[in-house]
């Protein structure tokens, strides 16, 4: 079973997710879908009720777009446990639904930020960009996607932690999350991409302060998720469209998900505020990812009873 009481190395989640695909192959499908700069393998997990149907809606769900957001992929892992080995219970969300989860789309990122004190703050990804002879590391992925690139929010600056990029998509990582989000665009009814931290539920756009033409739906989602959460535990989240609620920042994969097709597009900021902010303590992990998946499932249901 997943342990909830140590953030895994890229090796361990894929072994993870492999290991699921092992133990339930009439439900649980792993597959390839990218490398990442330093060639770590990028790998879906996809979700089903095994009654072998094709072409259900889908919910998208990523993690660990950030290196330093520890918490994302714990969070996404948990939820791929809770949908797997918890079927029974949450067979209302795979009726008519399969959930296709990338947990960790940062890879590269992720394990520079487990070498040790000095990189744990790490952001980015990790192909080097070489600007007046000095050399910096990596592209802001949540600023790399090809929708209002590098407009507001994001920097032309490699050495900044929101390098946009020398071009949109300039990062195999994105270019991943860019062709699954088109292979599922027609039957995608939510992307939910998990990042931290903040406690926010956030939707489109986050490029302009415009609201999209759907926005009253996003809005209910979202307060759904909110109230779940807040019910449950006491923990309050913010929810707005994410120019309105925290800033404007062009280039995000929730601004591309949406535009690609899918219904609704959730960016959800974890717990951590204050002292513990990028790294909870292993002992408040399980605390957190019981939380987020309190959120994720009421927002699931929210989407199911709409679209
Ligand atoms: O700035 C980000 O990429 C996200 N916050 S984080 O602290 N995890 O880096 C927020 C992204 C919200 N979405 C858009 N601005 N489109
Ligand atoms: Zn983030």
């Known amino acids: 079973r997943l342990s909830t009481e140590r953030y895994y190395t890229h090796e361990e989640i894929i072994n993870y997710i492999d290991d699921l695909a092992q133990r339930f192959p009439s439900r649980v499908f792993v597959k ?10 990028l790998k879906t997990i996809t979700i089903t009720n095994g009654d072998g149907k094709a072409n259900k809606k889908v919910i998208f769900m990523d993690g660990g777009f950030h290196a330093r957001e520890w918490i994302s992929p714990a969070a996404v892992l948990y939820v791929i446990d809770q949908l797997v080995e918890q079927f029974e219970e949450n067979a209302h969300l795979l009726k008519d639904y399969d959930w296709v989860i990338l947990p960790l789309v940062n890879a590269d990122g992720y394990e520079h930020s487990q070498t040790g004190t000095l990189a744990r703050m790490w952001r980015k990804t990790r192909q080097p960009y070489t600007y007046g002879g000095q050399t910096c590391y990596g592209a802001d992925p949540n600023r790399n996607f090809d929708f209002h690139w590098n ?3 994001a920097s032309s600056n490699p050495c900044a932690d929101t390098y946009a990029g020398p071009t949109a998509f300039s990062e195999p990582e994105t270019i991943t999350v860019r062709d699954l989000m088109h292979s599922l665009a027609d039957r995608g009814i939510m992307y939910l991409t998990i990042h931290s931290y903040g406690n926010y539920l956030l939707y489109p756009w986050g490029w302009t302060s415009d609201l999209p033409e759907n926005w009253e739906d996003l809005d209910a989602v979202a307060r759904t998720g909110a109230e779940a959460i807040q019910n449950a535990t006491g923990t309050e989240y ?4 994410s120019t309105n ?3 404007i920042a062009a280039g995000a994969s929730d601004d591309y998900g949406y535009y690609a097709g899918f219904n609704v597009s959730i960016t959800m900021e974890l717990t951590g505020a204050g002292s513990i902010g990028f790294n909870p303590p292993v002992t408040r992990i399980d ?17 199911i009873e709409m679209y």
Do not use: D, N, P, Q
Request: net charge negative; hydrophobic share 40%; charged share 25%.
């Open 151 to 153: 407009e507001e929010g």
């Open 238 to 241: 913010t929810y707005g469209s």
């Open 32 to 41: 390839t879908v990218g490398w990442s700069y330093e060639k770590r393998v």
């Open 287 to 303: 605390e957190f990812v019981t939380e987020t998946w309190i959120g994720i499932r009421a927002m699931a249901e929210k989407v």
């Open 245 to 247: 609620v925290l800033y």
